[in-house]
């Protein structure tokens, strides 16, 4: 058997692609530099897979930003916003991924998604009724080329034509299907030119095969690779799909003339029951993902030998694969130099997958895989019991009633209550909680950890910050005011430092978008909370003003989502857990006076089933509970917020109404306030803030960009219900951008009040 990956981490070891592009960014390095960088990264992986043994070495998995973007730009769909400011090729790009103000132009970035149930996020391709589809780039050629000559003929990875098509956003009246011949064009003339460089595999990400597909999305993806297939010469094609199975598909999918087929075993419940069922057909090679790519505990090689036993009776072309691209998992163990080796021997993270695979290889081809050393080595490890269990706290899970998430008095009696109490001014003000998390604070985050400061000093630094964010808040104007958070490092590591049962890596970085990486926690046993986690900083920012302080927690939806979860427990379980534990902050901060509590559900939608009919019982019905539990027990003049990211919620919104939150926050500026017609539509209750500018943007939006966007929330949410805000945290953002940005957003809403008496 021979073994493969889907993609691996293009971020480096230590981030150096990071470091490298905000450097470019800041003209600090120039572009051969950063192309350096990107080099030494992408030969640094080709060894490592060379030398491990992997028989299917992907290319172009490597972006400067994200593949679906690159995508965009190798097949011409870029919008003349971005190609007419003249910049050269590489800032054309990262003016679509990024945005752009200069002395060429002001524009802002392309829509941003979550990628599909994970914690990355892709930018939404933009195709008008103008655009041309066709192949217009040569940096998947390059970089098989790059390859080659560094000894390794490697299995090009590209964005499939139907993902590629779903994923994108129409502007104009033409539809996906307008633009089916073109794109097929453009994949047959990829394929041509993979097997003109010598090429034997091209990979065609498709994992929107693993969503629900109606007749028509059948048939267009049909359309589309019956097109494509019919004129791939004498290279093979590999489907591969992840995230999930292909049920509504399997015996087209299966029909056509694919080479290669890439299933999912391990987060697609139905697939094994797929092949089982239908069949494999001959003479395609099965692509196996049994090596979960999302999670790092390491694997059980006798459930995994189990999955393919089951599979050599339907082919015995079978490929060892993982079950998605590696980007979801941090680089190597070898620089977690603080983690103890009894929990470092469970985990495996993207190097140490590709040894897993070498070892499934070597005991299949054993002949007796049960007497091997590696085999009899991971049964004994995944024969042990881990610490980590407290009773108390199952035992408070599992006495939960009803009523426990329930809050009282209703929705519309506290919304009463509250405007009598903080009396604020139509369409109030304020931010999702960070301000710039800048140099001198993370150095001397750094200092302290390192023990260069003492823990006294540093506090005193703190306050110091804290006091200063309040005294800016308030010569700016805003309504609601927040502490700045300067003393976190993440907003779920740092919650996972003030809880039991969590462990934390050093180096275990991953890539969440561009150069935005975060290093999730690890889920290690059971969850409470050890000691208060906020409500010091909370209460020092509120005595510096009279003006409301908002007390700033991560939801537990979000702590489980952004952290690597067990995986011998249900995530009900680990929600619930963590619940317990905010609760308790909760009912703390409300306690010390704290009348404003933001608990953030950022990642609410992150792990939604990409089936609806997994939706209610695998995960709706205990994460809108979870958050529910969280705030159940406040008085009613007490005032809960929450904010959510970039996602689509257009399908949930009930349910996130259902929150019962009294405000709620959402991104939305660069979906271009589409959710406001959602919110219309469904008489959405809660009070809302959709973001009024884009964060994750080096731009500083003017007053009267933001009054647009205000004019807009206006016409579709009723002003009494309408709170201005940014889309998100400002933690990666500079003062430079930050101050000029929240005075035009204070500006906006002062004349927008004045306009609307």
């Known amino acids: 058997m021979n073994t493969s990956i889907i993609g691996y981490p293009r971020i480096g070891n230590l981030r150096e692609l990071k470091f490298a592009s905000e450097k470019y960014f800041r003209k600090e390095i120039t572009l051969s530099e950063l192309e350096d960088t990107a080099k030494e990264i992408r030969s640094y992986n080709l060894n490592l897979q060379k030398n491990s043994g992997l028989d299917f070495i992907p290319s172009n998995d490597f972006s400067f930003y994200d593949g679906v973007l690159d995508t965009a730009f190798l097949l011409n769909a870029v919008p003349a916003r971005y190609t007419s400011l003249g910049l050269s090729e590489l800032d054309t790009y990262f003016a679509a991924a990024r945005g752009y103000q200069g002395e060429k132009g002001d524009v802002k970035a392309l829509a941003m998604k979550k990628w599909y149930n994970t914690n990355y996020h892709y930018m939404v391709p933009e195709i008008d009724d103008t655009t041309e589809i066709r192949l217009a780039g040569t940096k998947p050629f390059d970089l098989f080329s790059e390859a080659f000559e560094n000894g390794a003929k490697t299995k090009p990875v590209i964005i499939g034509a139907y993902t590629f098509l779903k994923l994108a956003r129409y502007v104009g009246s033409k539809k996906a299907t307008d633009f089916v011949q073109q794109t097929a064009e453009a994949y047959s003339e990829l394929l041509a030119k993979f097997s003109s460089f010598g090429a034997e595999w ?408 990409l089936r609806k009919s997994d939706w209610r019982e695998d995960y709706l019905d205990w994460a809108i509970p979870a958050f529910r539990y969280v705030h159940s027990g406040v008085k009613p003049e007490t005032q809960i917020h929450t904010h959510m990211c970039y996602s689509e919620f257009a399908d949930i919104i009930r349910d996130i109404d259902d929150m019962d939150a009294d405000v709620i926050t959402f991104e939305a500026s660069r979906s271009d306030l589409t959710i406001l017609d959602v919110l219309k539509e469904n008489n959405f209750r809660t009070e809302v803030g959709p973001g009024v500018y884009d964060i994750h943007s080096p731009r500083v939006p003017s007053k009267d960009e933001i009054k647009d966007a205000v004019a807009k929330m206006r016409a579709r949410i009723p002003a009494e219900k309408l709170w201005i805000n940014p889309d998100c945290g400002l933690k990666t953002r500079g003062n430079e951008e930050t101050v000029p940005s929240l005075k035009n957003l204070v500006d906006a809403a002062k004349e927008v009040r004045n306009e609307n008496c």
């Open 202 to 609: 091209v990979q065609f990400d498709e994992p929107s095969l693993v969503k629900d597909m109606t007749a028509e999305d059948i048939a267009l993806f049909t359309s589309l690779y019956e097109k494509i297939l019919s004129n791939k010469g004498i290279v093979k094609v590999l489907a591969q799909t992840y995230f999930g199975d292909v049920r509504d598909c399997y015996k087209e999918f299966t029909s056509l003339d694919f080479d290669g087929i890439g299933l999912d075993f391990v987060e697609g419940k139905k697939s094994l029951e797929l092949v089982k069922a239908n069949g494999f057909p001959k003479g395609k090679v099965l692509f196996a993902g049994v090596v979960n790519g999302k999670n790092i505990w390491r694997n059980n090689y006798a459930s995994t030998l189990k999955i393919i036993d089951e599979l050599k009776k339907h082919t015995d072309n079978i490929v060892i694969n993982t079950s998605c691209s590696l980007l979801h998992v941090p680089c190597t163990l070898a620089n977690e130099t603080k983690l103890t080796d009894s929990y470092k021997k469970h985990f495996a993270y993207a190097e140490e997958k590709l040894g897993e695979l070498a070892e499934i290889k070597k005991i299949l081809e054993s002949g007796s895989p049960a007497e091997t050393d590696e085999y009899i080595r991971n049964t004994a490890l995944h024969s042990e019991v881990r610490s980590g269990r407290n009773d108390a706290v199952r035992e408070k899970v599992a006495n939960l009633t009803e009523q426990d998430f329930v809050r009282l008095p209703e929705f519309a009696e506290r919304e009463k209550i509250q405007k009598e109490r903080f009396n604020l001014p139509l369409f109030p003000t304020t931010t999702i909680g960070s301000f710039p998390q800048t140099a001198e604070v993370k150095s001397k985050r750094k200092a302290f950890r390192t023990g260069e400061i003492s823990e006294s000093d540093y506090e005193k630094f703190l306050k110091a910050k804290i006091a200063d964010c309040v005294a800016l808040q308030e010569e700016i104007g805003l309504d609601v005011l927040v502490h700045g958070e300067f003393e976190r490092n993440d907003m779920v590591e740092y919650f996972g430092e003030c809880l039991d049962g969590y462990i934390f890596t050093e180096k275990a970085w991953v890539q969440s978008y561009g150069t935005r990486c975060v290093k999730p926690p690890v889920v290690w046993g059971d969850i409470s909370r050890a000691k208060p986690m906020t409500v010091k900083w909370s209460v020092f920012a509120q005595s510096l003003t009279d003006k409301p302080m908002k007390g700033m927690l991560t939801g537990p939806v979000t702590i489980l989502n952004w952290s690597f979860p067990r995986e011998d427990i249900s995530l009900k379980e680990s929600a619930l857990q963590i619940a317990l534990a905010i609760r308790e902050e909760v009912l703390d901060l409300e306690a010390n006076g704290i009348s404003v509590i933001q608990v953030d559900e950022a990642a609410l939608r992150e792990k939604l089933p």
